[in-house]
């Protein structure tokens, strides 16, 4: 058996962070997507020097950083250059992913949870995943926690939800569901029981154990060259 991969989803206003933090307490492993999508276009790396070739130096600021906003506002409006830029973040992207999933698995974690804010649009990583979490509040209080939480009008906070696929719809495609409709204790309630549905199995056990005889190899190996060189 071998570490597994949860992906985890929501909707805008849906809670997805606040059940992200009760994760971390637990100790999980959460890889955030949106966070690492940041970190590949910072200056000077590839992605970066790829988008300032193709959408020009308009779009950086003073700093020469890339500004998000303007960024959003060409692809909002231009599917062809939204997957443009899809080309260029997404391998980039994949890739750290990958790097920090490899860092789990040797640390002998179970699972390793992807935090993907489109998992259920994109449908692409979803078959990596073993399980799909989706953090779900009902419709009603969606459009009331984006009203207040962003101070948007109801029409404006309603156009934002359109623009995801429906909490309801992203329900029926995950294998488990947090419902965060009501209140805190409620949700952490909810996801105690997820951790240790997930954590229950001694099955990882030789994972771990190969993962550290491979790591307690390798150190034995640069112990005996830097012998052999030093000598």
């Not at 059940?19 to 955030?32: S, T």
């Not at 890739?95 to 390793?112: A, C, D, P, T, W």
């Amino acid at each position: 058996s071998t570490m597994f991969l949860v992906g985890l989803s929501g909707g805008i206003a849906s809670g997805k962070s606040t059940v992200v933090a009760v994760l971390r307490e637990l100790g999980c492993a959460v890889i955030d997507a949106d966070v690492i999508a940041r970190e590949v276009v910072q200056p000077h790396l590839k992605a970066y020097r790829q988008i300032v070739r193709y959408f020009g130096t308009e779009i950086l600021l003073e700093s020469g950083e890339i500004n998000r906003e303007a960024l959003g506002n060409i692809i909002f409006s231009h599917p062809e250059k939204r997957q443009l830029l899809n080309s260029i973040t997404h391998p980039e992207i994949q890739k750290e992913m990958l790097k920090q999933i490899l860092k789990y698995f040797v640390l002998g974690y179970r699972y390793v949870i992807l935090d993907i804010p489109l998992l259920f649009e994109t449908n692409r990583l979803t078959k990596f995943m073993k399980y799909t979490v989706l953090v779900y509040c009902d419709p009603p209080t969606q459009l009331a926690r984006l009203m207040k939480r962003n101070g948007l009008s109801q029409a404006e906070a309603e156009a934002r939800i359109a623009c995801q696929l429906p909490l309801d719809e992203k329900r029926k495609l995950a294998s488990h569901v947090i419902d965060n409709s009501g209140d805190r204790e409620s949700m952490r309630r909810q996801v105690l029981r997820l951790h240790a549905r997930l954590e229950d199995s001694l099955d990882f056990l030789w994972a771990r154990l190969a993962a550290g005889t491979v790591v307690a190899g390798l150190g034995g190996l640069v112990y005996l060259l830097l012998r052999h060189f030093m000598s």
